[in-house]
Nanobody, 124 residues
Framework: QAQLVESGGGLVQAGGSLRLSCAAS????????MGWFRQAPGKEREFVAA????????YYADSVKGRFTISTDYAKNTVYLQMNSLKPEDTAVYYC?????????????????WGQGTQVTVVS
C-alpha cells in the first residue's frame, strides 16, 4: 500500500499561481505513474496531468497545457503541480493519484492510490 497526502491548495485571484504538492509514503517503489486529477462541484473527476517514473514522460489535459507543469522529486517521493495563469474554471478539488502500472495517463480507473484532495479556488 502507498499513501498520498496533498498540500498547497488555497484561494487565489485569476492570473495567479499555486503549487500543489503530493507526498507519497509506504510502498512507493511500486509506483510507476503519478498524476493529478480534479473535480469541480457537480462535475466528474477529470484528468489534469501525469508523469511517468521511467523516462519522466509528462502528459497534460488540453485545458491546462502551457499553464500547468508536473514534476517530481523522487528523493522526497513527492510530485508537484505548478499552476500558473489560473482561471476561475480551474476551481476544483485537486487529487493526487498513483499507479503501479501505466494504463494510460488520463485513465482514472488505472490509478491504484488516491489522496484526500486539496481545494483550489480561483476568484476573478
Amino acid at each position: 500500500q502507498a499513501q498520498l497526502v496533498e498540500s498547497g491548495g488555497g484561494l487565489v485571484q485569476a492570473g495567479g499561481s499555486l503549487r500543489l504538492s503530493c507526498a507519497a509514503s509506504g510502498r512507493t517503489l511500486s509506483i510507476l505513474t503519478m498524476g493529478w486529477f480534479r473535480q469541480a462541484p457537480g462535475k466528474e473527476r477529470e484528468f489534469v496531468a501525469a508523469i511517468r517514473r521511467s523516462g519522466g514522460g509528462t502528459y497534460y489535459a488540453d485545458s491546462v497545457k502551457g499553464r500547468f507543469t508536473i514534476s517530481t522529486d523522487y528523493a522526497k517521493n513527492t510530485v508537484y503541480l505548478q499552476m500558473n495563469s489560473l482561471k476561475p474554471e480551474d476551481t476544483a478539488v485537486y487529487y493526487c493519484a498513483a499507479a503501479v502500472r501505466f494504463a494510460g495517463a488520463d485513465y482514472l480507473s488505472g490509478y491504484d492510490y488516491w489522496g484526500q484532495g486539496t481545494q483550489v479556488t480561483v476568484v476573478s
